[in-house]
């Protein structure tokens, strides 16, 4: 059985930052694809960033050079650095293991998410 916990959420003032971890279990890890989602209030989760099995690393235009992805294949754990944080950066997080990068469906497990909240 599969089980992805995220873990490292919490709140923060605009510009600060906060580190994300996904630790999973219940599959080879090195061979799936890792990605980060999020949640606003009131809209459609969406793709944040994801760590493919070969290093290929793809990030959503709003996080590009202030979010990184990382993966420790040797902890089963994925990470994500978000740093220069907006309020519009405040969502619930969720990471994601499948084959896929950006689209939602081609992750086939998912974890129960951790919340971010920005303030200005």
């Known amino acids: 059985q599969v089980q992805l916990v995220e873990s490292g959420g919490g709140s923060v003032q605009a510009g600060g930052s906060l580190r994300l971890s996904c630790a999973a279990s219940g599959r080879p890890f090195s061979m799936y694809t890792m990605g980060w989602f999020r949640q606003a209030p009131g809209k459609e989760r969406e793709f944040v960033a994801a760590a493919s099995w070969s290093g290929l690393r793809n990030y959503a235009d709003s996080v590009k050079g202030r979010f990184t992805i990382s993966r420790d294949n040797a902890k089963t754990t994925v990470y994500l650095q978000m740093n220069s944080l907006k309020p519009e950066d405040t969502a619930v997080y969720y990471c994601?293991?499948?084959?896929?990068?950006?689209?939602?469906?081609?992750?086939?497990?998912w974890g129960q998410g951790t919340q971010v909240t920005v303030s200005s």
């Open positions: 994601a293991l499948g084959s896929g990068v950006v689209v939602e469906s081609s992750y086939d497990y």
